[in-house]
């Protein structure tokens, strides 16, 4: 494995995104997306993303510049049409605007219709920490999960993400799938040539899917799914993960009067590839309007550092706190680099091969 200089990754996706029709400042937006991923370490959604947004845009089905409808704007909140633009812009733009509204109103919300795939919940989430508000964000994506006591996929991984700023040098962010995993993490697993856990995915036989490339495959054609946080049964708490993704789906499509469950598949009627119809919902909550700002950061960061400081299960060296490990990992690869897999290195490459660009020596 190769690492390559965080500042090179960016520029090579700003071009990227710019050569296939994404206007620049918009390419910006999308790579700062990726490359924030990558920094905290979480390759699923970085840079081994991007042949899938470079394929999308090919294909036709995402469009690369994003021209949004503002379908509602009341007071302190809106609903958006993203009319299949770049999922990263649109949703830049519905925070900043979550944000904007919140100074006025103490809260801000907007929901968004029509979207695709945005990259990490935690970014957006961040934008509000940055602004020394509560972010939360919330999206739906193509069927993978399984209902509990049930084999089809009908829901996303759905993730939940909430932010908060604190005293310590990272503000606190929780982003999570309401799966076991998310499905980027098991196309990593593909990249990597590694078998998927047993416990994340299972047939329509209920029997565990391990094979990470049949799987992949399984969940296009819907014959295998991902399984809820709380894996098959009641008794490990497999409800709460499908309750969870469900709150999100609504969350997601209710309010913005948009898709939902198959009709996310990125399939047309006679099965042909479609656009994939995303929703998201963003909120902003100033804290000012609540309390003294400095009066939640301290207890904030005091939920925190007692958590850390807790008492350990034994043979375990440290217990952490959401965002921690992020910013520890940020550290690591500014000084070292994003890590290239060899898979990952050839697609580079062809992108490099077919946009006539030579940005990154591999």
Not at 143 to 165: D, E, K, R
Not at 210 to 217: A, E, H, Q, Y
Not at 221 to 247: F, I, N, R, W
Not at 327 to 355: F, S
């Amino acid at each position: 494995m190769i690492h390559l200089p965080v500042q090179i990754m960016h520029n090579f996706m700003v071009q990227v995104f710019s050569r296939i029709g994404v206007p620049e400042d918009e390419a910006r937006i999308c790579a700062d997306v990726l490359i924030s991923s990558d920094l905290r370490g979480i390759e699923s959604h970085g840079i081994g993303r991007l042949k899938m947004y470079y394929d999308r845009i090919k294909l036709g089905i995402q469009n690369p510049e994003t021209k949004i409808d503002v379908i509602r704007d009341k007071y302190a909140t809106a609903v958006w049409d993203g009319n299949h633009g770049m999922g990263h812009v649109i949703a830049h733009k519905a925070m900043q605007t979550a944000i904007e509204k919140a100074k006025l109103y103490g809260l801000g919300s907007v929901a968004v219709r029509n979207s695709t795939h945005y990259g990490i919940c935690g970014y957006y989430a961040d934008m509000a920490t940055q602004e020394n508000m509560i972010g939360l964000t919330f999206t739906n994506a193509r069927p993978s999960i399984c209902p509990t006591n049930g084999v089809q996929p009908l829901l996303g991984t759905n993730p939940i993400c909430f932010g908060a700023p604190t005293n310590l040098p990272y503000p606190f962010i929780y982003d999570a799938a309401t799966s076991i995993s998310q499905r980027g993490k098991v196309e990593q697993y593909a990249r990597e040539e590694r078998d998927t856990p047993p416990y994340w995915a299972i047939n329509l036989q209920g029997e565990p899917q391990t094979d990470t490339k049949k799987l992949l495959n399984d969940l296009i054609d819907q014959t295998a799914c991902m399984l809820p946080l709380g894996g098959t049964e009641e008794v490990t708490g497999s409800h709460k993960g499908y309750g969870l993704s469900t709150m999100v789906e609504i969350l997601s499509a209710a309010l913005q009067n948009g898709s939902y469950l198959n009709g996310l598949w990125g399939r047309d009627a006679t099965g042909k590839d479609a656009p994939y119809c995303l929703g998201h919902f963003f909120m902003a909550i100033n804290i000012d309007f609540f309390t003294e700002l400095d009066d939640f950061k301290s207890i904030v960061t005091d939920i925190c550092l007692q958590l850390q400081n807790s008492t350990k299960l034994p043979g375990r060296e440290r217990i952490w706190v959401a965002g921690e490990k992020e910013y520890e990992k940020e550290l690591e690869v500014r000084a070292n680099g994003i890590p290239i897999l060899d898979t990952l290195a050839k697609n580079i490459c062809a992108i490099q091969k077919e946009l006539g660009v030579n940005i990154i020596d591999i």
